[in-house]
């Protein structure tokens, strides 16, 4: 089945940047597209970024110009770099098979200010 496993998040200080790692297993990495989502506290999932299976990146006017998203083929991992964090940053991130409900457990992410 289906696995995404998303990893590096921590406690960061605003102003300072992450990347987010979601290893996926269990389908054919290379023709599937990718997203990307936050959710803070008490909030809805929010979609962030999009990646297609030709590398072709989407972003929300949320966050773009913030984050970038990409992906490795060979490792079949999907990235979410995130620049200038800010305390509204914080939440856990998840990242999704585009077209699917296949979720990862999400990866928490603290910005202090």
């Known amino acids: 089945q289906v696995q995404l496993v998303e990893s590096g998040g921590g406690l960061v200080q605003a102003g300072e940047r992450l990347r987010l790692s979601c290893a996926v297993s269990?389908?054919?990495?290379?023709?599937?597209?990718f997203a990307w989502y936050r959710q803070r506290t008490g909030d809805q999932r929010e979609w962030l970024a999009t990646?297609?299976?030709?590398?072709?990146?989407n972003y929300a006017a949320s966050v773009a110009g913030r984050v970038t998203i990409s992906r490795d083929n060979d490792k079949k991992e999907v990235y979410l770099q995130m620049d200038t964090l800010k305390p509204d940053d914080t939440g856990v991130y998840y990242c999704?098979?585009?077209?699917?409900?296949?979720w990862g457990q999400g990866t928490q992410v603290i910005v202090s200010s």
């Open positions: 269990g389908i054919t990495f290379a023709l599937r597209s």
């Open positions: 999704r098979v585009v077209g699917t409900q296949d």
């Open positions: 990646i297609s299976s030709g590398r072709l990146p």
